[in-house]
């Protein structure tokens, strides 16, 4: 369920909506998202309703170099709690009370993390939006790459769906130098959530869903993005 405050976004297809379940630094760093994008891009986004109003749902999202979770942050109609490096949290203590207080939370890279497991499984069971990036690592070339099988164990492990979105051309939004008028189309497609089935503890299953999940971003993708998954089902308008 939604509030009914909406902001009209000018000269964009989509409005403003604070989700109801959302922190009030949330709400904040969401309106000041909105400020900043004035100035670094223009939004297009496409499939908002394919997002559920409520329950808990993973997010698969492709990985570029530009702000992929900011931006899905500022589209998505549910608060998004994302993992992040640990490494962050050690930075400052402030900085550590600010990423807690949106929901983010730690995982250690490049080691099996049965705790930050854990604790995604919990967020989906508490019925919030979970944002993953199924690829692990960012796309240098914006092609899409493998897929890890980290998305794929927390859905199936909670029992939630999962919705591919894409985003394209963010890693374009801070161009060296900076001119305010070159504001780049920055575009976002959620797709349709679909929900996993087989064991969590099963590595064939896991990897079947994995397969899936990457399959699913790659339709939303256009074909020369597609990477290893370029025989994804290509929608006639993305085939530009």
Known sequence: ????????????????????????????????????????????????????AQGGFVYACNHNLGPDYVVLGWTSPRQVYFMAKSEIFYVSPLLTRLLESIGTFPIRRGAG???ALTSAVEIVHQGKALGMFPEGTRSRDG?????????????????????PV???????????????????LVTVRYGEPF?????PANPGDIQQTTDRTMREIAGLLPPKRRGIYGEAPVPAELSL
Not at 2 to 21: H, T
Not at 195 to 199: A, K, R
């Open 1 to 52: 369920m939604f509030v009914s405050n909406k902001l009209k976004v000018p000269g964009e297809d989509w409005e403003v909506k604070f989700a109801s379940d959302s922190s009030f630094v949330w709400k904040c760093l969401y309106l000041l998202g909105h400020f900043l994008k004035l100035f670094f891009c223009r939004l297009q986004v496409e499939g908002r309703e394919h997002v559920p």
């Open 113 to 115: 993390d049965n705790g």
């Open 143 to 163: 092609r899409l790459q493998p897929g890890r099988s980290g998305v794929a164990r927390i859905a199936l492990t909670a029992d939630v769906p999962i919705l």
């Open 166 to 184: 894409v985003v394209l051309n963010s890693e374009k939004m801070f161009p060296r130098p900076w001119l305010p008028w070159n504001r780049p």
């Open 195 to 199: 929900m996993p089935s087989g064991d």
